[in-house]
């Protein structure tokens, strides 16, 4: 009934940028909190960055001062500007969602992945 669909990720030079979305559909009623996580090969996934629904932002150390997360919650649509990047930025990244969706008449609360874009930073 909710589906996450990511978009914007590639390969780019160090010192590059990209611009990640994350379009939430389905039968939503609202969305608490999002984020972006990422999963190198070998590490265990991390937070990258987060968004309260009322835009208070954090950020790994890793990236603070080069992401910015951004919500535009008319799209249902997260975002990730990616500057500065790094080899060490290189990973898959998954975005997630807190979502109030209606099943029927009733609301429930699920916790939602999207499906996950590579980002590869390389000379």
């Known amino acids: 009934q909710v589906q996450l669909v990511e978009s914007g990720g590639g390969s780019v030079q160090p010192g590059g940028s990209l611009r990640l979305s994350c379009a939430a559909s389905?039968?939503?009623?609202?969305?608490?909190?999002m984020g972006w996580y990422r999963q190198a090969p070998g590490k265990q996934r991390e937070l990258v960055a987060g968004?309260?629904?009322?835009?208070?932002?954090n950020y790994a150390g890793s990236v603070k001062g080069r992401f910015t997360i951004s919500r535009d919650n008319a799209k249902n649509t997260v975002y990730l500007q990616m500057n500065s990047l790094k080899p060490e930025d290189t990973a898959v990244y998954y975005c997630n969602a807190d979502i109030t969706y209606w099943s029927g008449r009733s609301r429930y609360v699920g916790d939602y992945w999207g499906q996950g874009t590579q980002v590869t930073v390389s000379s």
């Open positions: 389905g039968s939503i009623f609202s969305i608490n909190a």
């Open positions: 968004i309260t629904s009322g835009g208070s932002t």
